[in-house]
C-alpha cells in the first residue's frame, strides 16, 4: 500500500512537472512570435476614392528600415488615380500620375512618417475603388529554420522553399480577386447599359407600332360629310 502511494505521489509530481515545462515553453514560443511580429508591419486594405477628392495615409518608418509600396485601381471611371508618396519633411519620393497600377520598394533614409496620397480631383463624376498595400520590415525568420547561420539541411531547405511558394501563391490570389473583382464591375456596368438601352429601343418599338397602328386607322376610316356641307347644298 505504501509503495502504491509512493508511486502515485511521484507519478502526479512527474505530471505537474512536465505540465509547467510545456506551459514554460509555450510562454517562450509566444515571447518569441511577438519579438518576431515587431520586425515587420503593414496594412493591406481597399478604399473608395470620392470623386474630386484625395485622401492620405500615414506610415511611421525607422531609418534604415525597408519598405513595400503597392496600389491597384479596381474600379471606377477608366482606372486611374493620381499617386504621391513623401517622406517626414514633405519631399517626394516617389509620384505617379493617372496610374492604374504600380509598386515601389525603397529604403527609408530618414526616420518618421511617411505619407501616401491618392488623388482623384481630375475626375468631376466618377469614384474609384484602390486597393493598396504598404510593408515595413523585413519578414520574421522561420523559427528553427533561419535564426543559425549554419548549413542548412535539406528539411529547413524544403521548409524554405515551401514558405516562399506560400508567400508567392497569397501574392497571387490577391492580384487574381481584384482582377477578378474589376472584371465583374465592368461585366456589371455593362449588363446595366444594356439594360437600359434595350428598355429604351422596346419602348420606342411600342410607341412606333402604336403610332403606326392610329395611321393606318386613319386611312380606312370613312369620312362622313359634315352639316355644314349638307347645309349648303
Given at each position: ?53 484625395e485622401d ?24 486611374d488615380v ?42 468631376a463624376f ?108
Amino acid at each position: 500500500m505504501l509503495s502504491n502511494c509512493h508511486r502515485t505521489t511521484m507519478n502526479a509530481a512527474t505530471s505537474r512537472q512536465n505540465s509547467t515545462k510545456l506551459w514554460m515553453l509555450t510562454l517562450v514560443a509566444g515571447i518569441a512570435a511577438l519579438m518576431q511580429m515587431q520586425c515587420v508591419s503593414g496594412v493591406e486594405f481597399t478604399f473608395d476614392l470620392a470623386d474630386n477628392a484625395e485622401d492620405c495615409f500615414y506610415e511611421e518608418i525607422k531609418r534604415n528600415t525597408s519598405a513595400y509600396f503597392e496600389f491597384q485601381v479596381s474600379a471606377g471611371g477608366q482606372l486611374d488615380v493620381d499617386v504621391t508618396l513623401k517622406d517626414p519633411q514633405g519631399k517626394i519620393i516617389y509620384e505617379q500620375k493617372r496610374s492604374t497600377f504600380d509598386s515601389y520598394q525603397f529604403v527609408a533614409e530618414t526616420s518618421g512618417v511617411y505619407t501616401a496620397c491618392f488623388g482623384n480631383q481630375f475626375s468631376a463624376f466618377s469614384h474609384k475603388i484602390v486597393y493598396v498595400d504598404f510593408q515595413v520590415g523585413e519578414e520574421p525568420a522561420l523559427p528553427g529554420v533561419d535564426e543559425h547561420a549554419t548549413v542548412l539541411t535539406q528539411m529547413e531547405t524544403s521548409s524554405q522553399a515551401i514558405h516562399k511558394s506560400l508567400n508567392d501563391i497569397l501574392d497571387a490570389q490577391t492580384h487574381h480577386r481584384l482582377r477578378e473583382a474589376q472584371g465583374r464591375k465592368r461585366a456589371d456596368e455593362l449588363n446595366h447599359r444594356v439594360m437600359i438601352w434595350s428598355t429604351l429601343e422596346t419602348a420606342s418599338m411600342v410607341l412606333i407600332g402604336v403610332a403606326l397602328i392610329i395611321i393606318l386607322r386613319n386611312f380606312f376610316t370613312d369620312r362622313k360629310p359634315s352639316q355644314v356641307h349638307y347645309g349648303r347644298l
